[in-house]
């Protein structure tokens, strides 16, 4: 039987099924910046949910400070998005925000045709060590929010978020 996610698409899934999905790499997490000309001073550091197709959304290497920097886990699932209201949450009826996802994302990956990759947990018994050592998730390469400004963004831009394997 070939596994679920060949078989349906992301909006056919079931809960389980699409929970099962999230690799657990925690790129998520990561602030991301779009940067613009024409974003007024007092806006800059606003949360938005657009970009236009002119503008760069750019990743950082700042980290949300609930996020355990070791296992890429949010040490407060249940709550973030009420601890932390700009914490996205993809869901079947947000799929298209799936973009502000980062390219090895699995929701993203399976939107865009481009398939599970090798080191996903579920294709390794369920464990994130191959992701890990594939560097695909966060591990070692973070900050937290609470410990730097974030107006020095800029001193903290990385493309490794962008990476793909497979
Ligand atoms: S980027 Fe995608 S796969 Fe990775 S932790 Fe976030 S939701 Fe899960
Ligand atoms: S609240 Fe949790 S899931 Fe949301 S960005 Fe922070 S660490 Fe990630």
């Not at 407060?76 to 009826?93: A, F, G, S």
């Not at 865009?112 to 090798?118: D, L, T, V």
Request: charged share 30%; hydrophobic share 30%.
């Amino acid at each position: 039987m070939p596994p679920f996610w060949e078989t349906k698409s992301l909006t056919e899934m079931t809960r389980q099924e699409w929970e099962s999905l999230c690799d657990g790499c925690a790129k998520c997490c990561l602030h991301k910046f779009i940067e613009s000309e024409d974003t007024a001073e007092e806006d800059e550091f606003k949360p938005t949910d657009y970009i236009h197709e002119d503008e760069q959304l750019v990743y950082t290497n700042i980290a949300c400070y609930l996020l355990n920097d070791k296992t890429c886990a949010c040490t407060q699932y249940e709550k973030r998005t009420t601890l932390v209201p700009d914490c996205v949450k993809l869901t079947q009826d947000n799929l298209d925000d799936v973009f502000f996802m980062p390219p090895s994302c699995t929701y993203r990956r399976l939107q865009e045709g481009k398939g599970m990759p090798s080191w996903h947990p579920l294709l390794n018994k369920g464990k994130k060590s191959a992701m890990h050592k594939a560097g695909m998730s966060v591990r070692g390469k973070i900050v937290k929010d609470n410990d730097v400004y974030l107006e020095d963004y800029d001193e903290h831009i990385v493309t490794w978020p962008l990476n793909e394997l497979d």
